[in-house]
């Protein structure tokens, strides 16, 4: 292998997202196994707006309860109160987000200066290849703006491969159509994570083909992961479990999840207030806070079942061969799907079925009962999807065609 030197643009800095900061790692991890001088830029993303001081939503809920005044929020606020949401919570939602921030640190290899669309242009001269994705970088449903190191425009004459960015829209309108086939024009290789987002880009007729390839995270082996999180507190588990992994807040995923645990007669651990402070987890299954990103890791590895809402989830159930049931967190599509990530990995994988109707929650458990007589068995297929996937990455890396 020559010395050329890869930087990654994805959805990696400040990010406190277990399946997002977890892309960013495997995607370099694996890149570096083949050879090359890897770092992941630290890119601002504009439209993400961290709110350190907000304690992860306590202060909004507080805000909104004394705006609506309504005998709901009311109710809401009294069970806030009755379960303690007090400084121990709060410590461990901020303990949670310290250890990312030294993941981070530790296991990605990062720009020391942090980049945006203004200043990006200075790591032109200083690397060889340019990668963007994965995870939602794609996603312009609601502006007609690319960000720059999103889409790699601020890039020519080197090699631009895009290795799974997201773009979950049925449709785009005139003036993100031109946008996009500029930005993607002059790309050595494009990829994309999602079936509807190949299907989207097809139409474009951009005059190259576009691959539909795995999620990162697939790229490295279940040992690489198990390896990973050997030192976690959760790498030995006592007794059978349930994980939870929701982000959404929906309280009916929670009663799905308790009855099948009571048919089942073992216990949930939920990963809770996962997507900032969730009040549906206060009184839900033994709520698990303060955990890394190696911990979530070893939360899945040694389950005996996953219930999630969770692209990620489903990803690393898929992983390490487990038994998994996923719910829709997003509400009905229009222009953009944000359910697709999840609809096109189970399609992808032939298991539909795993999708359970938490309105229904009749229709959900037995369609549970029903599926949990299956063996579980997804090796040749993830495998086949796979090893395409790292053909069209290994290749893109040399500059070379894919072959069919």
């Not at 911990?295 to 005996?304: G, Q, T, W």
Request: hydrophobic share 40%; net charge negative; charged share 30%.
């Amino acid at each position: 292998m020559d010395d050329k030197k890869v930087i990654i643009f994805t959805t990696y800095y400040k990010n406190n997202n277990y399946g997002g900061v977890l892309q960013a790692y495997a995607l370099q991890k694996y890149i570096k196994t083949l050879g090359y001088d890897v770092t992941t830029a630290s890119y601002e993303d504009k439209y993400i707006v961290f709110s350190p001081e907000d304690d992860h939503g306590v202060r909004s809920f507080l805000g909104k309860v004394r705006r609506l005044g309504d005998k709901r929020s009311y109710k809401k606020l009294r069970r806030y109160l009755l379960m303690g949401l007090n400084k121990d919570l709060v410590d461990k939602i901020k303990s949670r987000d310290r250890s990312f921030e030294k993941f981070r640190e530790v296991a990605i290899t990062h720009t020391d200066h942090v980049l945006n669309d203004a200043n990006v242009r200075r790591c032109v001269d200083l690397y060889d290849i340019f990668i963007c994705g994965s995870d939602l970088v794609w996603n312009i449903a609601e502006t007609e703006e690319l960000q720059k190191g999103y889409w790699l425009t601020f890039v020519e004459d080197k090699t631009k491969i895009a290795y799974a960015p997201s773009i979950p829209m049925y449709f785009l309108r005139d003036i993100q159509k031109e946008l996009i086939r500029s930005a993607l024009s002059d790309f050595s290789s494009i990829s994309v994570r999602e079936d509807i987002g190949k299907d989207l880009l097809d139409t474009l007729n951009i005059g190259k083909k576009i691959y539909h390839v795995v999620d990162p995270v697939f790229l490295l082996t279940r040992e690489e992961w198990k390896n990973t999180s050997i030192h976690s507190r959760f790498s030995q588990m006592d007794g059978p479990y349930i994980l939870t992994y929701f982000l959404g807040r929906e309280e009916k995923y929670r009663t799905l999840a308790s009855w099948i645990a009571r048919y089942l007669g073992i216990k949930i651990f939920n990963i809770a207030h996962a997507n900032g402070f969730c009040i549906e987890d206060l009184m839900f299954g033994e709520p698990l806070i303060d955990i890394d990103p190696y911990d979530f890791i070893a939360l899945f590895c040694n389950c005996e079942l996953v219930i999630t809402d969770s692209f990620h989830g489903a990803a690393f159930s898929l992983i390490f061969g487990k038994e998994f049931y996923t719910v829709e967190r997003f509400k009905d599509p229009t222009t953009c799907d944000l359910n697709a990530r999840l609809t096109s990995l189970l399609r992808m994988m032939k298991v539909e079925e795993n999708m359970l109707d938490h309105d229904d929650l009749d229709s959900a458990f037995a369609r549970f009962t029903r599926l949990h007589v299956r063996p579980v068995h997804y090796g040749g297929i993830l495998s086949e999807r796979i090893d395409r996937s790292k053909e069209y990455l290994n290749s893109a890396l040399r500059s070379q065609e894919v072959e069919e």
